[in-house]
Structures are given as structure tokens and as C-alpha cells.
């Protein structure tokens, strides 16, 4: 398994900046793709950010690019999401996850972190 940990969320107001991390115990956590998802309350799990195992390719929703950055750091088996100009529809439950093979969808990852809160105030 590659245990995962998020960090860094909290209550932010909009217009405002957060970044998240995700840190991997696992010491293979350079060779995964890495995600990150956000779940608000009573909705379903949504794609928001995806980076290949090198760090060369990286995705985004339509929703937040432009506003949100992922990036890793292989030698620190952590990946972030620099997340600006946030938004109260931003306001959710933040994962990261581990997978194989980079993608866009939830069911393709293996390895999910407990997830971090994201509050934002207008």
C-alpha cells in the first residue's frame, strides 16, 4: 500500500490562496501518477487535478484552471495544489490518490489520503 496524508487546508476568505500537500510513506512514490479530487456535501466525487509520475504532464478540470497548480516533489514524496482566486464553490473535501497510470477518473486510482477540509467565505 502507499499511505497517504493531505495537509495545509483550512478556512480561507474568497479570492484568497491555499496550498495543499499530500505526503507518501511508500518509497516507490516516484513511479506513481498522483490526483487530486474534492467531494462537497451530498454531491459526488469530482476530478480536479492530475500530474503523470515524472511530473512532465499535468490536468485540470475546466473548473479551476488557471487558478489551481499541481506539482511534486519526488524526493520528498510529496505532491501539493497551489489553489488562488479560490472560490466558495471551492468548498470540499480535498483527497489526493495514487494510481499507476495517470487519469482523470476517481475509479482508476488505488490509494486514497483521508482528505483535508476547504472552507471559503465570501
Known amino acids: 500500500q502507499v499511505p497517504l496524508v493531505e495537509s495545509g487546508g483550512g478556512l480561507v476568505q474568497a479570492g484568497g490562496s491555499l496550498r495543499l500537500s499530500c505526503a507518501a510513506s511508500?518509497?516507490?512514490?516516484?513511479?506513481?501518477?498522483m490526483g487530486w479530487f474534492r467531494q462537497a456535501p451530498g454531491k459526488e466525487r469530482e476530478f480536479v487535478a492530475a500530474?503523470?509520475?515524472?511530473?512532465?504532464?499535468?490536468y485540470y478540470a475546466e473548473s479551476v484552471k488557471g487558478r489551481f497548480t499541481i506539482s511534486r516533489d519526488n524526493a520528498k514524496s510529496t505532491v501539493y495544489l497551489q489553489m488562488n482566486s479560490l472560490k466558495p464553490e471551492d468548498t470540499a473535501v480535498y483527497y489526493c490518490?495514487?494510481?499507476?497510470?495517470?487519469?482523470?477518473?476517481?475509479?482508476?486510482?488505488?490509494?486514497w489520503g483521508q482528505g483535508t477540509q476547504v472552507t471559503v467565505s465570501s
Open positions: 511508500d518509497r516507490t512514490f516516484g513511479s506513481y501518477a
Open positions: 500530474i503523470s509520475w515524472s511530473g512532465g504532464s499535468t
Open positions: 490518490a495514487a494510481t499507476d497510470y495517470t487519469s482523470l477518473s476517481a475509479r482508476e486510482y488505488d490509494y
